[in-house]
């Protein structure tokens, strides 16, 4: 009975969030679904002409966030950011220590990496938008357990909608297996091909902070980025 009992006021506290949320932006009805009992509400985002807006709305739904026990040992809440109207979304799995102490994305060593791929790619970071699925740093950078991943993700698929970008690149194992929907996957299997998520090609690749233990895949990361470029139509 006591676990009902905070289905409900879980369920209850994420629907008063999404109906704030979309006060914010001036909707008066909510078209609403539920996926699972754990995930956020679903809204549909199509009404929304002004990303940049909607972004700040949703970044006051996440709020001082206590969804989930990540909280407790947190410095701040790593969002996300970049470009609005990014043709690319680059997508992580959890802020490290850096980005934990910055609130942003992808600023530590595997942020320059992951910097120096995006310019090589002839972008330039501000020009795509990156994100990870959970939002707060997992306790001496372990793996995000289920969940606090169930309790994040409906923010990374509004972030997706929002932005709506020609691409995703998922970043490392938890990203993409999220994202695809079948934890039995393995990123060394599924990394170099596109899938699907929700009419948006999604490639996943090594995660950068894989690479820098193993450099020798740097290449094969560099491959899946060309497959990307060659979908947006930027190489022949």
């Avoid at 980005?99 to 530590?108: C, I, K, N, T």
């Avoid at 194992?173 to 170099?192: V, W």
């Amino acid at each position: 009975m006591k676990s009902e009992k905070i289905k409900k006021t879980n369920l209850l506290e994420n629907l008063k969030h999404s109906i704030t949320f979309y006060q914010a932006l001036g909707f008066e009805n909510l078209p609403i679904r539920f996926k699972k009992r754990s995930q956020l509400p679903v809204c549909d985002l199509s009404q929304i002409k002004n990303k940049e807006a909607a972004l700040r709305a949703l970044q006051e739904e996440i709020g001082d966030c206590r969804r989930c026990k990540l909280w407790y040992k947190r410095t701040n809440i790593v969002v996300g950011e970049g470009n609005p109207d990014a043709a690319i979304m680059f997508i992580g799995e959890a802020p490290g220590r850096e980005e934990d102490l910055q609130a942003r994305p992808f600023v530590g060593d595997a942020g320059m990496l992951l910097t120096r791929l995006i310019e090589k790619m002839g972008f330039r970071r501000e020009e795509v938008y990156i994100a990870n699925i959970v939002k707060c740093r997992p306790p001496m950078n372990r793996d995000p357990e289920t969940d606090e991943i169930e309790s994040c993700r409906g923010f990374v698929e509004k972030q997706i909608e929002i932005i709506n970008p020609k691409v995703i690149i998922s970043l490392g194992r938890i990203s993409a297996l999220t994202l695809i929907g079948n934890e039995k996957l393995k990123i060394t299997a599924i990394r170099g091909n596109f899938f699907d998520y929700k009419g948006i090609p999604l490639m996943p690749t090594f995660h950068p902070a894989y690479l820098i233990r193993n450099p020798k895949d740097k290449w094969l990361t560099w491959s899946d980025a060309q497959k990307v470029l060659e979908r947006l139509g930027m190489k022949g």
